[in-house]
Nanobody, 119 residues
Framework: QVQLVESGGGLVQAGGSLRLSCAAS????????MGWFRQAPGKERDFVAA???????YYADSAKGRFTISRENAKNMVYLQMNSLKPEDTAVYYC?????????????WGQGTQVTVSS
């Protein structure tokens, strides 16, 4: 199983940017589909973005045009660049591994990092 640690969350004003990072360790990372999810207070965890081992990406409609997922296989890192942030982007963001681009089910999860966007 892959161990995941997120970082980069924080407080930002609407219209600002944040870059989330996810450090992976454990079994082979380079072949794993990686993803980002988020959970706002009182809501279910929602898909944000995913990336295959070859770099193919997939985004939720809410993330398209504003967020970019990327990975550095040599460093076992996945990133989520978030631009033009809105208050509704406020949530705990989770990194996920061992997933499927078809089903968006993931087997491994990090502890999450809080993102708060003020209006």
């Amino acid at each position: 199983q892959v161990q995941l640690v997120e970082s980069g969350g924080g407080l930002v004003q609407a219209g600002g940017s944040l870059r989330l990072s996810c450090a992976a360790s454990g079994r082979t990372f380079s072949r794993s589909v990686m993803g980002w999810f988020r959970q706002a207070p009182g809501k279910e965890r929602d898909f944000v973005a995913a990336i295959s081992w070859s770099g193919a990406t997939y985004y939720a409609d809410s993330a398209k045009g504003r967020f970019t997922i990327s990975r550095e296989n040599a460093k076992n890192m996945v990133y989520l660049q978030m631009n033009s942030l809105k208050p509704e982007d406020t949530a705990v963001y989770y990194c996920a591994a061992d997933g499927s681009l078809r089903s968006l089910n993931f087997a491994s999860w990090g502890q999450g990092t809080q993102v708060t966007v003020s209006s």
